[in-house]
């Protein structure tokens, strides 16, 4: 499971550009995340300040 820390997003795009899933998506000032998502973990690894996180079974 992929997890925004809200207070942490400044809606640079960064992740969303990435996604191979295009499982991302920036609407205003919201990042919405999909149904898609392979828990690749590519958009934790660029975000520039550590918002999202892949968490596991035992983290959720
Ligand atoms: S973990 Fe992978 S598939 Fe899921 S939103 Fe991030 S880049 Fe996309
Ligand atoms: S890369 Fe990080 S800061 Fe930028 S939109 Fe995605 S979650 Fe927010």
Redesign the pocket.
């Known amino acids: 499971m992929l997890r925004?820390k809200r207070i942490?997003?400044?809606?640079?795009?960064?992740?969303?550009a990435i996604c191979p899933r295009a499982n991302?998506e920036?609407i205003d000032s919201y990042?919405f995340i999909g149904k898609d998502c392979a828990e690749c973990g590519i958009?934790a690894g660029?975000?520039?300040?550590g918002?999202?996180e892949v968490l596991n079974e035992e983290q959720i």
């Open positions: 925004v942490s997003c400044f809606y640079c795009g960064t992740c969303v991302l920036l990042l958009c660029v975000c520039p300040v918002a999202l």
